[in-house]
């Protein structure tokens, strides 16, 4: 996983050469463990809550990672029951600058200082916001409350770690709002195709803002018959990503698959992970 992250951070890199003298702070929405439960509407993230990467590079070339984490809102371009009444945004793609602050009373950080806005995607109006922070989440969804309305969440078992990291806090205690932290980049490229056909459907015109997917094209000819069932399945659940299926399998690529196994047959037949 970590050749994967550093082959999205260099893309960006060559896009953007500023970001080598900073922290930077790189979500990659579909390459999660899609842990945690949906409460509210399983449909709208079929796969598990859980759906991207965290990862930290720092300026000195380090890199820190957590599968758990997510982008995404619990209901993507909600009315805004959860939300106070406020159509539920989506923070488009891009780099934003990312400063400490307290989330809730709790140490988190903010995109933008103060009052910025960042560029968001809703139902309707609102093309910004001043409210995207990026917190801690339980593993599951709350069941009458926003987990995630539109904020940037990292599991709680996580996040403490990463603040540290960061510098957001010094041995446990917060350095205080307002300070940089780094730059964050939303890169939503890995999305599996089974969900970029669902988020379509729910993000209409919009889709290309929020997410940078490349039409994935699959030559069923190329499927040997006797794998074809298989290999249908596997994509479906996420267990691979449904492309190349005559290529040679890595150590890592095959890690990632037997521990993708491992979460379905655990959801599957709701069996307890150790």
């Not at 890690?255 to 069996?271: A, D, H, Q, W």
Request: net charge positive; charged share 25%; aromatic share 10%.
């Amino acid at each position: 996983m970590k050749d994967k992250i550093v082959e999205i951070y260099n893309k960006h890199i060559k896009e953007k050469p500023y970001l080598k003298n900073d922290n930077v702070l790189l979500f990659i929405e579909g390459l999660g463990n899609y842990k945690g439960k949906a409460i509210k509407d399983i449909t709208l993230h079929p796969k598990g809550r859980m759906g991207a990467i965290f990862a930290i590079i720092t300026k000195d070339g380090e890199l820190f990672y957590t599968t758990s984490a997510s982008t995404l809102p619990d209901i993507p371009m909600g009315e805004g029951k959860y939300n106070d009444d406020t159509p539920t945004p989506t923070l488009e793609l891009g780099v934003y600058n990312v400063y400490s602050k307290l989330h809730k009373g709790k140490y988190a950080m903010e995109l933008g200082l103060g009052n910025e806005s960042v560029p968001v995607i809703r139902r309707s109006g609102y093309p910004g916001s001043t409210g995207i922070d990026i917190h801690s989440r339980p593993i599951d969804d709350y069941k009458n409350a926003a987990c995630f309305a539109g904020c940037l969440t990292i599991s709680k078992s996580q996040f403490t770690r990463m603040l540290e990291i960061l510098g957001v806090t010094n041995k446990g205690k917060f350095i205080g709002g307002g300070h940089y932290i780094g730059k964050v980049i939303i890169d939503r490229s890995y999305i599996t195709e089974d969900l970029q056909k669902l988020y379509k459907e729910i993000y209409g015109s919009s889709y290309s803002s929020v997410f940078n997917t490349i039409e994935l094209i699959i030559n069923q000819e190329n499927i040997s018959s006797w794998a074809k069932e298989s290999w249908k399945h596997c994509k479906k659940e996420g267990i691979n990503d449904g492309i190349g299926p005559k290529n040679n399998v890595t150590e890592e690529q095959l890690m990632v698959f037997l521990s993708r196994m491992e979460n379905y047959i655990v959801k599957k037949y709701g069996l307890k992970q150790v």
